[in-house]
């Protein structure tokens, strides 16, 4: 996924959290950077000897890295 140009940004009320979801609901095969999920998988990248991540569009990135390395789509680490 392309992060680059946020088109969430566009659509006031709306941030990288919500426009995740939205695409998930719509069958993207999307992660999002809610609290729980944050929290787990930055406990794995723990264990696994690397560095949590805490900003939103860079947590989705390592996320997908994640799932493409575990073999599984974004959308079963939620």
Avoid: H, T
């Avoid at 999002?32 to 999920?37: L, R």
């Avoid at 990248?45 to 789509?73: I, R, T, Y």
Wanted: one cysteine or more; hydrophobic letters at 40%; glycine letters at 6%.
């Amino acid at each position: 996924m392309k992060m680059g140009r946020r088109p969430y940004r566009k659509i006031k009320g709306i941030e990288l959290i919500s426009f995740q979801y939205l695409r998930m609901m719509e069958g993207i095969d999307a992660v999002m950077s809610d609290k729980i999920v944050r929290r787990v998988i930055n406990e794995i990248l723990v264990k696994a000897g690397e560095k949590p991540v805490n900003d939103d569009v860079e947590f989705v990135k390592k996320a997908e890295e994640v799932s493409l390395a575990c073999g599984c789509k974004p959308i079963e680490l939620c």
